[in-house]
């Protein structure tokens, strides 16, 4: 049987919370007198949160205190897990939980690859959490996308190697950071932006039915 390591990034393709992080960093950019729109949001995926609030306080030429980077960046997490405290099961994104129910069936290696430091709560309140073998978040990395080393962890320690994984992306950083490491690349959301992905769907419900033997037969 073949065996590839599947890895899913977390906003934007197992859930859609970007929503919840475009409020939480517009009230935050409000509270410093910078301007805060969803193009500014689009750059933000994918981006560690200390990185994020960075290239806002660039955006808006402002600097600010260690002391109140700190707390800037806890109000953001405050208000951010305020928001996703509604999260259930009907909030995962469009035939994922059947990909993944599928993937286990297969018994093909599942692992998570994000930025996010809620990842392990939010996969709880979705109820699938344990169809991860390996999660590997924003607590357990150092260095951001496009750097690949969150995907390169999560393969690891699954047990494969980088040529044998396929990552599934929402943002340009990750598929640069999935296609830096050598691993099939699949952009989950428009072509236009994330036309550097192997390949892309709006959503996994757009995928053939025998799409998971076409992944892993493919080579990078």
């Known amino acids: 049987m073949i065996k590839k390591a599947f890895i899913f990034d977390l906003d934007g393709v197992i859930v859609d919370t970007a929503k919840f992080h475009f409020i939480a960093w517009q009230r935050l950019a409000a509270s410093l ?3 805060f729109t969803e193009v500014e949001n689009e750059q933000l995926k994918g981006v560690s949160r200390v990185n994020s609030l960075k290239k806002i306080l660039e955006w808006g030429n402002k600097e600010i205190s260690p002391e109140v980077f700190q707390s800037k960046m806890d109000q953001k997490n405050e208000e951010y897990l305020e928001l996703i405290s509604t999260l259930s099961t009907s909030d995962i ?3 994922v939980h059947d990909f993944l129910l599928r993937l286990q069936q297969r018994q093909q290696p599942i692992a998570l690859g994000s930025a996010s430091k809620n990842a392990r709560p939010i996969l709880e309140k979705l109820g699938i959490k344990n169809l991860f073998e390996v999660i590997v978040d924003g607590t357990n990395v150092t260095k ?3 750097d690949p080393e969150v995907f390169l962890s ?21 598929v640069q950071a999935a296609n830096k490491a050598g691993m099939i690349s699949i952009g989950l959301g428009e072509q236009e932006i994330l036309h550097e992905a192997d390949e892309v769907f709006e959503y996994f419900t757009d995928m053939p039915n025998d799409y998971i033997n076409t992944l892993l037969s493919k080579k990078k």
């Open 93 to 95: 994104m469009p035939g």
């Open 154 to 174: 999560a393969c690891n320690q699954l047990g494969y190697q980088a040529q044998e994984s396929i990552v599934f992306e929402d943002s340009v950083a990750g």
């Open 33 to 35: 007198d910078i301007n």
């Open 144 to 146: 951001a996308k496009p």
